[in-house]
């Protein structure tokens, strides 16, 4: 037991799925898994382990931003001994040809949060993707039929951004989407020499507007589901 999961050593598998929404967990864990079993309710976190076509397979809600990803992801290294962690998350668009419900592999992380800066004495360090995992995620979507993009995307700290108009300068430089995990991933992973990828489904768009609900959210993007099961 950690400080804010209540698992035992041993409840939870090597390759853990990290929606930020636990709800999203639970669907994950009841559509996918075979035989599920609570392990986290600390915080309403659910966390459960199951099987996927054989395999043993777990899943996780890690909250909202860097801090809190940051703290489950580290536990889940030091504490109960993952070694892949895999984000399953929803992004906002940055471009126009990136649409509603597209899924996004991100190869990298730029990010407007304070803790790399902390963390590096000023210094910029750059948070990327596994490489394996991508690779293993790139062939399980081309078996699949299930269509992708792949690029840098924008971790950020804000949700409600002052200066909405601000994405513009990461889409002129190919930064595909926002989200608020992923350099935070990244970076625990690499500190502890694990595996780390994020799947991203998005949910809206700054370009247009466009938005899908919270209920869509929780129990809808099966796409991203599929690709990261296939990396267990």
Not at 179 to 198: D, I, Q
Request: overall charge negative.
């Amino acid at each position: 037991m950690s400080v804010h999961i209540e698992a035992q050593k041993g409840d939870i598998a090597e390759t853990i799925l990290l929606p930020g929404d636990p709800l999203r967990a639970k669907w994950i864990a009841e559509t996918f898994f075979e035989n599920p079993v609570c392990f986290n309710k600390i915080r309403g976190m659910y966390g459960f382990t199951g099987t996927y076509q054989g395999k043993r397979v777990s899943v996780m809600g890690t909250g909202m931003g860097v801090p809190s990803i940051s703290i489950y992801a580290h536990e889940l290294i030091t504490e109960y001994g993952v070694k892949n962690l895999i984000r399953v998350g929803s992004a906002g668009s940055y471009q126009e040809h990136i649409k509603l419900r597209d899924i996004v592999l991100a190869m990298a992380a730029s990010s407007n949060s304070g803790v790399n800066e902390i963390r590096f004495g000023g210094a910029d360090y750059a948070p990327t993707a596994n490489f394996e995992l991508f690779q293993k995620a790139v062939e399980a979507a081309k078996n699949k039929n299930i269509p992708i993009k792949a690029g840098n995307v924008f971790t950020s700290d804000e949700f409600y951004a002052d200066d909405f108009e601000s994405y513009k300068k990461w889409s002129k430089f190919g930064v595909l989407c926002v989200e608020m995990e992923s350099a935070g991933l990244y970076t625990v992973a690499a500190k502890h020499n694990v595996n780390a990828l994020s799947i991203l489904t998005i949910s809206d768009s700054l370009v247009t507007g466009e938005r899908t609900s919270s209920k869509d959210r929780e129990t809808t993007f099966k796409g991203m589901v599929e690709i990261a099961l296939e990396l267990a």
